[in-house]
């Protein structure tokens, strides 16, 4: 059974820019969200998708946005980067139902130069 | 404001005996917890988890027992071998709608031969 899938894996920008990262969850799977992990920060939670509507919302600016497909695929976008935005962006997908364990991908690494 | 605390950064511990890692929350109503274990470079793998009707709850070598009263829950490794050396978070989630979880920062667990 395939896992979740994150592309890219690696992603070098530069201040100012923006950026779109992809996730396909796996099959069956309707909840998508995604976290950034910085060090010393843990995984800190960005969004929920679930049926392609955002259920839950993390405590980040609105330059992080996201969107989910009919397929269940999603979509994160960073506009107007900042060096602070440099972290480990990792998607995670769930069956339906409240404490449903999720299932990372590994990950796309962001640097901002 | 972390709801999900690990304030353990690391744990070394021998080949054969027991690591304890714990976690600590704030937050009275999460009713799902659960342990990730991630290795470098690759997304957290989901462990085990338990629901706030349990008090303990086991898979193979691994025992996760939660005190609500305590807002405290630990992982036992028995016996800890080097393949466990990795990052573990603690994560829980309710209280809400969706499929929300909060992390914790992790502790990084160094198994010595």
């Known amino acids: 059974k395939a896992g979740v899938t994150q592309t890219p894996r690696y992603l070098i920008k530069t201040r100012g820019q923006q950026v779109t990262l992809s996730c396909s969850p796996i099959?069956?799977?309707?909840?998508v969200s995604w976290y950034q992990q910085t060090p010393g920060q843990g995984l800190q939670f960005l969004f929920e998708y679930f049926s392609e509507t955002q259920r839950n919302k993390g405590n980040f600016p609105g330059r992080f946005s996201g969107r989910q497909f009919s397929n269940s695929r999603s979509e994160m976008n960073v506009s107007t980067l900042e060096l602070g935005d440099s972290a480990l962006y990792l998607c995670a997908s769930s069956r339906q139902g409240v404490g449903q364990p999720q299932h990372f991908g590994d990950g796309t690494r962001l640097s901002i130069l | 404001d972390q709801q999900v605390k690990q304030n353990s950064p690391s744990l070394s511990v021998q080949e054969g005996r027991i690591s304890i890692l714990n976690c600590d929350y704030t937050?009275?109503?999460?009713?799902?917890f659960l342990w990730y274990k991630k290795y470098p470079a690759e997304g957290p793998t989901f462990l085990i988890s338990?629901?706030?009707?349990?008090d303990k709850n086991e898979d193979g070598r691994f025992t996760v027992f939660l005190n609500k009263s305590a807002k405290h829950l630990s992982l036992h490794i028995v016996p800890s071998q080097p393949g466990d050396s990795a990052v573990y978070f603690c994560a829980a989630s309710g209280g809400g709608t969706g499929n929300q979880f909060y992390f914790g920062t992790g502790t990084s667990l160094t198994v010595i031969p």
């Open positions: 338990i629901s706030s009707i349990k």
């Open positions: 937050n009275s109503m999460f009713d799902y």
């Open positions: 099959s069956g799977h309707r909840s």
